[in-house]
């Protein structure tokens, strides 16, 4: 008999996972990397008999379905896309321990042909967890086109398993595979997995450790005995996901095997057994692969030999970051222009509308000037921005450069005993802080993820970059003229970046080390390789994904700001507004750290958004009623010396203006990502204290030196 998938059609769809599995004869888990080609071998296979959901307790989607093959029903499970099992993801955990405790009759593994290596990791990891593993050579019509033959014979006579070749698009080619299945689930096929062999301490401990095991665990469950290794291997690097998940299904006190063993260097051991696997998936790789042209393969490496490397890696990331920035500050411009001539339009309407319907001045002046001119202003120097910074960044995401970066970085972030992929959500947060804190979910420890999130405002976000280059360009470039004044201007944004960065390391070190102890994790990295970005999908993530999220969650924020700036500047008390009495009550403290009472009351007052700071500082300057744009500012550099402004005060709001709380966008965000206010207060702090100490030491130096010279 052929094989079938849509013979009942949608009645099998809608019915829940427990009762496919009663109808089916055998269950089949289907695991393999993200982009491999798996969601269409399952297509393909299931066709119409098809039941999605989430994981319980999990929103991770998931996806069920059956076909009929040789009169058998086969139930086809779609585990989530993973790179590995070793880690603590959502996706890997119920990828792990679906294969481990639900114990499918077997795991179809599916793997790119065009970057076997890179998938081989994840073979390996299967065939630790069960003897039942069929594997997929998937997308060999790419593999041709890129001139890759692989030897599918020797592959399955290496790892143990049968290898069966596909090309999804093509239904033909998966008649084979069916027929394994069914071989495989019949025991006409018995694969055995031939394991990676671990360095000799490794092994050792492993050999201990399942002899601790055979005593607890057989008693219970005697079909476990394939997973006294892949278990031995877990308590050696004791992950207290997996230790929770071995107690739940085995029944067994882990915390007291684990005392009676006694293991030391844990996360070296991890290392060695990452990288065992990483060498062997290499070395198989390199044995049943073969390329036609050979300058196809060597071009990846021969680009990661620049990128990666310790003299040409960071240049080459400064400058890229350099151009984006430099692109989105200038292409900025334009359009922020537009938009605010545009409201400015708009606002001349709504003032005659107001006037048509006589409505009382206070009204009309607290929707206009405080409501209104707060949301435009934040939209008009928010949105162009992002949307130029946010797909620039995309698009290297597509490209493969930034796990370059990351890779540049991790050595830098494991001293600081962080994960390197806080070099990937810190280089999300120049576009936003906001951004940044959303993409910490790739980190995989809770306790690394917390360090990233909290450390991300120490980098500075697009909101407050035109902040730093107005008061560098009117303060410090003024010395020179032309290209040396703008270089000069860039270098002193740079540096205070690179103090940002510098910061960012130290407060995650001092986090590792006190409030959020714990032993940091194996950073697997794989360099995926280089290839075409899709444009149409990178403006769809940048701009509806990003951008759009956080300009709406800023513009939530933006309308109760508008009013209490309003308010502030309003209300006259005893002849003076309420910001002068603010800014009066803040300047004692203000003046310590080489401020004054009406910066620190604008960046108060700019917790809605960071792009508000500078025309809420010349409105109290200017004991103005209203927000105020920089074009109406004949003389910017007159006017704060007029209040005072010196280099020191230049550099002193640079510098609190990279280092003090983040914008309410940001710290909303970091409240739902982190799960807790505590963490939002703690968020607010370090950042805040770091930029009062750092200007407090400015302040010190320079009156030092006034002092002796």
């Known amino acids: 008999m052929g094989l079938t998938n849509a013979s009942t059609g949608n009645k099998i769809a809608n019915k829940p996972f427990e009762t496919l599995k009663e109808k089916s004869d055998f269950t089949i888990a289907l695991a393999g990397n993200p982009n491999v080609g798996k969601s269409t071998i399952f297509n393909s296979l299931t066709g119409l008999n098809q039941h999605t959901g989430n994981w319980p307790g999990k929103t991770v989607a998931s996806a069920c379905g059956t076909f009929t093959y040789k009169s058998n029903n086969f139930l086809l499970v779609d585990l989530p896309g993973t790179y590995s099992l070793m880690s603590n993801s959502p996706e890997e955990e119920i990828a792990r321990d679906y294969i481990c405790f639900e114990k499918p009759d077997a795991t179809l593994v599916v793997v790119d042909s065009t970057c076997l290596e890179r998938n081989l990791n994840l073979v390996y990891q299967v065939m630790e967890l069960t003897n039942n593993v069929i594997v997929c050579v998937n997308l060999l019509d790419e593999a041709k086109k890129k001139g890759i033959e692989i030897d599918l014979n020797k592959l399955s006579e290496i790892l143990g398993v049968p290898v069966v070749g596909t090309t999804a698009r093509k239904p033909s080619t998966l008649k084979k595979l069916a027929s394994t299945i069914f071989s495989v689930c019949h025991k006409e096929i018995s694969p055995s997995p031939i394991c990676v062999k671990y360095h000799p301490t490794i092994e050792n401990d492993i050999e201990k450790v399942a002899s601790s095991l055979k005593e607890v665990i057989l008693p219970a469950d005697e079909d476990s005995s394939y997973l006294y290794r892949w278990l031995s291997l877990q308590f050696i690097m004791q992950d207290s996901k997996i230790m929770s998940s071995i107690e739940n299904h085995f029944n067994i006190n882990t915390q007291k095997i684990v005392d009676l063993l006694d293991f030391k260097d844990l996360a070296n051991k991890k290392e060695l057994i990452v990288s065992s696997i990483i060498f062997r998936a290499e070395d198989v790789s390199n044995d049943v692969c073969f390329f036609e042209n050979i300058n196809y393969r060597n071009k990846d490496r021969k680009l990661d030999k620049i990128l990666t490397s310790k003299t040409f890696g960071f240049p080459i990331m400064l400058i890229l970051l350099g151009i984006i920035f430099w692109i989105t500050i200038v292409g900025a411009n334009y359009p922020s222009m537009l938009l605010t001539n545009f409201f400015s339009f708009l606002e001349e309407k709504l003032v005659w509308l107001f006037d048509l319907f006589h409505s009382p001045f206070c009204f ?37 450069f930034l796990p370059r970066v990351a890779f540049n970085l991790d050595n830098y972030f494991k001293k600081s005993c962080t994960s390197g992929k806080q070099s990937l959500t810190m280089c999300m947060g120049f576009g936003c802080n906001a951004a940044g804190v959303v993409g910490c979910r790739i980190i995989d420890s809770e306790r690394e993820k917390l360090i990233a999130i909290l450390t991300n405002s120490f980098v500075p976000c697009n909101g407050r970059f035109p902040l730093l280059i107005t008061i560098s360009s009117i303060f410090i470039g003024c010395y020179f003229t032309g290209f040396l ?59 509806i994904d990003r951008t759009l999220f956080v300009l709406l969650r800023a513009i939530y924020i933006a309308i109760p700001a508008g009013i209490l700036i309003w308010l502030f500047a309003n209300i006259y008390i005893n002849g003076s507004s309420i910001l002068f009495y603010i800014a009066s009550f803040l300047n004692p403290f203000a003046s310590i750290i080489g401020l004054d009472g009406y910066i620190l009351a604008a960046f108060i007052l700019a917790l809605p958004a960071n792009e508000i700071v500078l025309p809420i500082l010349l409105m109290g300057y200017l004991s ?47 409240k739902k990502e982190a799960n807790g206010w505590k963490w939002v207060g703690l968020a607010f702090l370090l950042p805040t204290v770091c930029g009062i100490l750092v200007c407090l030491m400015t302040t010190s130096i320079y009156n030092f030196i006034n002092y002796i010279f």
Not at 532 to 542: A, H, Y
Request: net charge positive; charged share 10%; with cysteine.
């Open 624 to 670: 103005s009623s209203s927000l105020i744009s920089l074009d109406s500012i004949a003389n910017l550099k007159d006017i704060l010396i007029e209040n005072g402004w010196s280099i020191l005060t230049a550099i002193n709001v640079m510098i609190f203006s990279l280092l003090h709380f983040p914008c309410s966008t940001t710290l909303l965000t970091i």
């Open 364 to 400: 009309k002046d607290l929707f206009i000037n405080g409501i209104y001119c707060t949301l435009t202003w934040i939209i008009a120097v928010m949105l162009p921005p992002m949307a130029i910074f946010f797909p620039l960044f995309t698009f290297l995401e597509d490209l493969g």
């Open 485 to 543: 004044s703008t270089a000069l201007s860039a270098l002193t944004v740079l540096l205070i970046i690179l103090l940002g960065i510098f910061l960012t390391l130290v407060i995650s070190k001092i986090l590792s080390k006190t409030v959020l102890k714990g032993r940091p994790s194996s950073f697997i990295l794989e360099l995926p390789p280089y290839r075409r970005p899709q444009l149409g999908k990178i403006l769809v993530r940048s701009l």
